[in-house]
């Protein structure tokens, strides 16, 4: 448990001091509990995601980094590997191929990675999958595109 | 000649003619001659007993024909072997194919020979990447792959992975590297901090020849002895471990044979008591294409991966790659729905057939097991007695023991054969075989069937009679009937077996129902390493 205390602040640490380094993430660590985060991702562009913002929690295990983080999307997402009514995302480095080289920050990357390239073959969405598996491009950027408004965006006024 | 009237009574004749002269005086001495395709009888032993101690030696001549091709490091060897299940020829196979580069890779086998690195200067402190600590060089470790980590993160990272049941595939820490990592190095860590876990890593290690050998096998006794089989050639075989168990070597199920090990599958499902189980295993479970482990989902998506790293669909159970891409599907259309070649049979008249033919497999399977408590103790009474009796001319009783062993070897033969016809003569084959030749090749298995039955039940009813009490010339033409029995019922089993095999299984498109060859002398025992 110590390990990852320690390991866990210098994550911590490292998030503070690179705080600009990447403006399309912004990790927060829970006042109380350092296993507690969240984080806010940009959607990447040229993705339906684009422009909207995507709030991830992160629930750290006390054997991290041995084991994988638990995260969820806790904004609404259509897409193929992510729940739709729980946020739950299917990402093999968060599965079988975690390995303790990955940080917090570099699994956000991962998943703004698997935002602009899902995996139909694998599908927790499977609404989503079809349309991708069956080539229905347009149809699956139109809804997660208005997913994305409905959710993820500010509203305006 | 009397032996004509012994058999064939009325009009009825089971058994071939011919054997009058060849069997009359000494069957004992003589065991009938060995035919052709009764291979295994005169040959090396075609299966070994693998002994916790021997379980090293057993691997080694493996090992070393990949290290002395390949001139490689043992333990690379057997990270090579344990990924291609030690198939030693795949892996030559392979080699020569594609290349060594390719061989390794995929094996997740890194060889550097670089010469000694800047940063194992002691002196020099490098920062490990898991938990973001300086270090002097020497409490790190580097792996193969050129990447370092601090001792601590290593050791804690090999006991999660020992625990988790991964000894034997532990990649490397760092983001994505394949590498498989160097088993004397976790060993050295590990002991330092556990040595009972290091211990048990060691056994992971070893037991891999077994637990991904496909020509290896633990025996299903229960208690488990310790023990495990290896066959040299055939997998379709029936063995019998060290310790007494028999059993299917490619199924592990009892003996099923002339019975294919899918069938006895199906037929278990519908008739085992343990039902429950079955059922369970069957809805929750799926077999891994590529080490046939049962494996259960936990979670998450129909992507599963296999302990030993084969990805492959929930859904229809292929193998698949774990690469995915925006939209291409490769090589994975398993939604589209393909006709099923089993159609669900009317459920009445199936209920029927069933029963019928699993009223007389039940039926013999129980005479075995009667005969085997009742009647053996009996004869071996009728031997003693008789031995006791020195008046008597004739000295040898073993042809009574003998006459016992062949009635229980075609018994379960006969036995067997009920599964067998359930399924062959069903809708198992419905699409390869048109009803007209289902209704011939029926004739024609049934009546070696029938012939083969008969034959045992009256070898049986000689068998039970008091032979012990009966005058010399009685006795001698109890003895020759008991004799000339069981010629006749071994033969007519190798001929059952011929018949299924050649007439009934061979003409098929099917190759998945292959069947242990029949051995007159019974199950194979495995001989020591």
Not at chain 2, 377 to 391: G, H, M, N, R, T
């Given at each position: 448990?110590?390990?990852?205390?320690?390991?866990?602040?210098?994550?911590?640490?490292?998030?503070?001091?690179?705080?600009?380094?990447?403006?399309?993430?912004?990790?927060?660590?829970d006042?109380?509990?350092?296993?507690?985060?969240?984080?806010?991702?940009?959607?990447?562009?040229?993705?339906?995601?684009?422009?909207g913002?995507?709030?991830?929690?992160?629930?750290?295990?006390?054997?991290?980094?041995?084991?994988?983080?638990?995260?969820?999307?806790?904004?609404?997402?259509?897409?193929?590997?992510?729940?739709?009514?729980?946020?739950?995302?299917?990402?093999?480095?968060?599965?079988?191929?975690?390995?303790?080289?990955?940080?917090?920050q570099?699994?956000?990357?991962?998943?703004?990675?698997?935002?602009?390239?899902?995996?139909?073959?694998?599908p927790?969405?499977?609404?989503?999958?079809?349309l991708?598996?069956?080539?229905?491009?347009?149809?699956?950027?139109?809804?997660?595109?208005?997913y994305?408004?409905?959710?993820?965006?500010?509203?305006?006024? | 000649?009397?032996?004509?009237?012994?058999?064939?009574?009325?009009?009825?004749?089971?058994?071939n003619?011919?054997?009058?002269?060849?069997?009359?005086?000494?069957?004992?001495?003589?065991p009938?001659?060995?035919?052709?395709?009764?291979?295994?009888?005169?040959?090396?032993?075609?299966?070994?007993?693998?002994?916790?101690?021997?379980?090293?030696a057993?691997?080694?001549?493996?090992?070393?024909?990949?290290?002395?091709?390949?001139?490689?490091?043992?333990?690379?060897?057997?990270?090579?072997?344990?990924?291609?299940?030690?198939?030693?020829?795949?892996?030559?196979?392979?080699?020569?194919?594609?290349?060594?580069?390719?061989?390794?890779?995929?094996?997740?086998?890194?060889?550097e020979?670089?010469?000694?690195?800047?940063?194992?200067?002691?002196?020099?402190?490098?920062?490990?990447?898991?938990?973001?600590?300086?270090?002097?060089?020497?409490?790190?470790?580097?792996?193969?792959?050129?990447?370092?980590?601090?001792?601590?993160?290593?050791?804690?990272?090999?006991?999660?992975?020992?625990?988790?049941?991964?000894?034997?595939?532990?990649?490397?820490?760092?983001?994505?590297?394949?590498?498989?990592?160097?088993?004397?190095?976790?060993?050295?860590?590990?002991?330092?901090?556990?040595?009972?876990?290091?211990?048990?890593?060691?056994?992971?290690?070893?037991?891999?020849?077994?637990?991904?050998?496909?020509?290896?096998?633990?025996?299903?006794?229960?208690?488990?002895?310790?023990?495990?089989?290896?066959?040299?050639?055939?997998?379709?075989?029936?063995?019998?471990?060290?310790?007494?168990?028999q059993?299917?070597?490619?199924?592990?199920?009892?003996?099923?044979?002339?019975?294919?090990?899918?069938?006895?599958?199906?037929?278990?499902?519908?008739?085992?008591?343990?039902?429950?189980?079955?059922?369970?295993?069957?809805?929750?479970?799926?077999?891994?294409?590529?080490?046939?482990?049962?494996?259960?989902?936990?979670?998450?998506?129909?992507?599963?991966?296999?302990?030993?790293?084969?990805?492959?669909c929930?859904?229809?159970?292929?193998?698949?790659?774990?690469?995915?891409?925006?939209?291409?599907?490769?090589?994975?259309?398993?939604?589209?729905?393909?006709?099923?070649?089993?159609?669900?049979?009317?459920?009445?008249?199936?209920?029927?057939?069933?029963?019928?033919?699993?009223?007389?497999?039940?039926?013999?399977?129980?005479?075995?097991?009667?005969?085997?408590?009742?009647?053996?103790p009996?004869?071996?009474?009728?031997?003693?007695?008789?031995?006791?009796?020195?008046?008597?001319?004739?000295?040898?009783?073993?042809?009574?023991?003998?006459?016992?062993?062949?009635?229980?070897?075609?018994?379960?033969?006969?036995?067997?054969?009920?599964?067998?016809?359930?399924?062959?003569?069903?809708?198992?084959?419905?699409?390869?075989?048109?009803?007209?030749?289902?209704?011939?090749?029926q004739?024609?298995?049934?009546?070696?069937?029938?012939?083969?039955?008969?034959?045992?039940?009256?070898?049986?009813?000689?068998l039970?009679?008091?032979?012990?009490?009966?005058?010399?010339?009685?006795?001698?033409?109890?003895?020759?009937?008991?004799?000339?029995?069981?010629?006749?019922?071994?033969?007519?089993?190798?001929?059952?077996?011929?018949?299924?095999?050649?007439?009934?299984?061979?003409p098929?498109?099917?190759?998945?129902?292959?069947?242990?060859?029949?051995?007159?002398?019974?199950?194979?025992?495995?001989?020591?390493?």
């Amino acid at each position: 448990m110590q390990a990852s205390r320690a390991r866990l602040f210098k994550e911590y640490k490292e998030v503070q001091r690179e705080k600009t380094a990447d403006p399309d993430i912004q990790l927060v660590c829970d006042d109380s509990n350092i296993f507690k985060w969240t984080a806010l991702i940009k959607g990447p562009s040229e993705t339906p995601y684009d422009g909207g913002v995507f709030q991830l929690a992160f629930s750290v295990p006390e054997q991290y980094p041995l084991q994988p983080p638990q995260v969820r999307f806790l904004t609404k997402i259509f897409h193929p590997n992510v729940h739709f009514k729980t946020g739950e995302i299917c990402l093999d480095i968060l599965k079988n191929a975690w390995s303790p080289a990955w940080t917090l920050q570099s699994v956000c990357r991962a998943i703004i990675a698997l935002m602009a390239h899902p995996e139909p073959d694998s599908p927790l969405n499977c609404d989503s999958g079809n349309l991708l598996r069956s080539g229905d491009i347009r149809g699956f950027q139109s809804m997660a595109r208005m997913y994305t408004r409905l959710a993820a965006m500010p509203k305006k006024g | 000649m009397a032996i004509e009237d012994m058999y064939g009574r009325s009009d009825e004749e089971y058994y071939n003619g011919g054997y009058d002269d060849e069997y009359e005086d000494d069957y004992d001495h003589d065991p009938e001659p060995e035919s052709d395709d009764d291979l295994s009888c005169g040959k090396a032993p075609s299966c070994r007993v693998i002994r916790k101690e021997s379980l090293l030696a057993a691997q080694k001549e493996d090992l070393q024909r990949v290290v002395d091709l390949l001139s490689l490091k043992v333990h690379h060897a057997r990270t090579l072997l344990i990924h291609y299940q030690w198939d030693v020829d795949k892996v030559f196979a392979i080699f020569v194919e594609r290349g060594k580069e390719k061989l390794y890779a995929e094996a997740g086998v890194t060889l550097e020979e670089k010469a000694e690195k800047p940063a194992s200067d002691p002196s020099i402190e490098v920062t490990c990447e898991i938990c973001f600590e300086d270090f002097p060089a020497e409490q790190t470790t580097l792996m193969e792959c050129d990447h370092r980590f601090c001792n601590d993160c290593w050791t804690e990272y090999f006991i999660v992975k020992i625990n988790d049941g991964k000894s034997r595939r532990i990649t490397c820490m760092a983001q994505k590297c394949k590498t498989i990592c160097d088993e004397g190095k976790i060993r050295d860590l590990v002991t330092a901090k556990d040595p009972n876990l290091a211990e048990k890593f060691n056994r992971f290690i070893l037991e891999s020849y077994i637990e991904d050998n496909k020509r290896v096998k633990w025996c299903p006794s229960v208690p488990h002895c310790g023990n495990a089989i290896r066959v040299e050639d055939d997998e379709y075989c029936e063995v019998e471990c060290a310790c007494g168990k028999q059993f299917c070597f490619n199924c592990l199920c009892e003996l099923h044979a002339p019975c294919s090990c899918v069938m006895w599958d199906l037929w278990l499902k519908k008739c085992d008591d343990e039902a429950p189980t079955v059922t369970w295993l069957s809805e929750k479970t799926k077999h891994c294409p590529k080490c046939h482990k049962i494996v259960e989902k936990d979670g998450g998506c129909n992507l599963v991966q296999c302990i030993c790293g084969q990805p492959f669909c929930w859904l229809c159970g292929e193998a698949t790659g774990l690469e995915h891409t925006w939209n291409s599907i490769s090589g994975h259309t398993c939604g589209r729905y393909k006709e099923s070649h089993l159609k669900s049979e009317d459920s009445v008249e199936d209920y029927w057939r069933l029963t019928h033919y699993y009223r007389r497999y039940k039926a013999h399977i129980d005479s075995l097991k009667i005969e085997a408590s009742e009647s053996k103790p009996k004869i071996l009474d009728k031997v003693c007695s008789l031995e006791a009796k020195e008046f008597l001319q004739l000295k040898d009783f073993s042809w009574a023991m003998s006459g016992f062993y062949r009635l229980a070897l075609s018994r379960r033969v006969v036995a067997n054969s009920y599964p067998f016809a359930y399924h062959y003569f069903g809708d198992l084959f419905a699409n390869e075989i048109t009803k007209e030749e289902r209704g011939i090749k029926q004739n024609l298995f049934e009546d070696q069937q029938q012939q083969l039955e008969t034959n045992i039940e009256r070898l049986s009813m000689f068998l039970e009679e008091p032979f012990a009490n009966y005058p010399e010339d009685k006795l001698m033409e109890t003895r020759m009937k008991i004799i000339t029995l069981s010629t006749v019922t071994d033969d007519l089993c190798k001929k059952l077996y011929e018949c299924i095999d050649s007439d009934l299984l061979v003409p098929l498109q099917q190759t998945t129902h292959t069947i242990a060859r029949y051995r007159s002398k019974g199950v194979e025992k495995a001989s020591e390493l």
